[in-house]
């Protein structure tokens, strides 16, 4: 296996040190960060946005459940946490840009 010198498994490897493995989250993390999602997602103006945001964390979540290595599970987990920030970011440039006219969507009777 080639390891790059700038990956934090190289230097581990170089020291003569074992990687400790990191427990895979657990149920009610995992739940946490699905619920954390949905709850970001409301934070979007613009409704096409905030629709395609939560479809796309429902779908993401549906395809790994089935995920049964742990270290799958450990990598999705942290690649889930990462694209919350990213969500949360998003949603404070677009309320920063938002449209002054609401969605067709949005608009109550």
Same mark, same amino acid.
């Given at each position: 296996m080639l390891?790059?010198?700038h990956t934090p498994s190289a230097?581990?490897?170089?020291e003569g040190k074992m990687a400790t493995a990191v427990p895979p989250p657990s149920r009610k993390e995992i739940l946490s960060l699905f619920r954390s999602f949905l709850?970001?997602?409301r934070t979007f103006s613009d409704y096409n946005i905030r629709e395609y945001t939560k479809r796309r964390a429902i779908d993401a979540f549906h395809h790994n459940k089935t995920l049964s290595n742990p270290s799958?599970? *450990?990598?999705?987990f942290s690649?889930? =946490?990462y694209q919350l920030h990213?969500?949360?970011?998003?949603?404070?440039?677009? *309320?920063?840009?938002s449209?002054?006219? =609401?969605?067709i969507m949005d608009i109550n009777y």
């Open positions: 390891l790059h010198a230097s581990y490897f170089q709850r970001s997602t799958s599970v *450990s990598a999705a690649d889930g =946490k990213v969500a949360k970011r998003q949603a404070l440039v677009y *309320s920063i840009y449209p002054t006219v =609401k969605s």
